[in-house]
């Protein structure tokens, strides 16, 4: 079965660091494009960063110069590094990626992760 599973501390203070992982597991051909995701209580959910296979990353205004999105291609693993934390920042995020499989091409997702930051 393919599904990308999500991984990671999920509690720290403001200021605080925590790293987020996702890996596609089960018989994947190749991964294209990958995401994370972020969904706060109340609000619609938000792209956070991408990133292409070959490397080129993309980043929402409000998480510039704290989040670094990175990827290991020989792993099929998509990271989240996230640095000077704020509340602000507390949600459930969600990998995403575009996997190619015996089934075709098709964009799969985690199945999230909640990041809490306590001021």
């Known amino acids: 079965q393919v599904q990308l599973v999500e991984s990671g501390e999920n509690l720290v203070q403001a200021g605080g660091s925590l790293r987020l992982s996702c890996t596609a597991s089960g018989s994947v051909f190749r991964v294209s494009d990958m995401g994370w995701y972020r969904q706060a209580p109340g609000k619609q959910r938000e792209l956070v960063a991408s990133i292409t296979s070959s490397g080129s990353t993309n980043y929402v205004d409000s998480v510039k110069g704290r989040f670094t999105i990175s990827r290991d291609n020989a792993k099929n693993t998509l990271y989240l590094q996230m640095n000077s934390l704020k509340p602000e920042d507390t949600a459930v995020y969600y990998c995403?990626?575009?996997?190619?499989?015996?089934?075709?091409?098709?964009?799969?997702w985690g199945q999230g992760t909640q990041v809490t930051v306590s001021s």
């Open positions: 995403n990626a575009e996997l190619m499989t015996s089934l075709g091409r098709r964009r799969y």
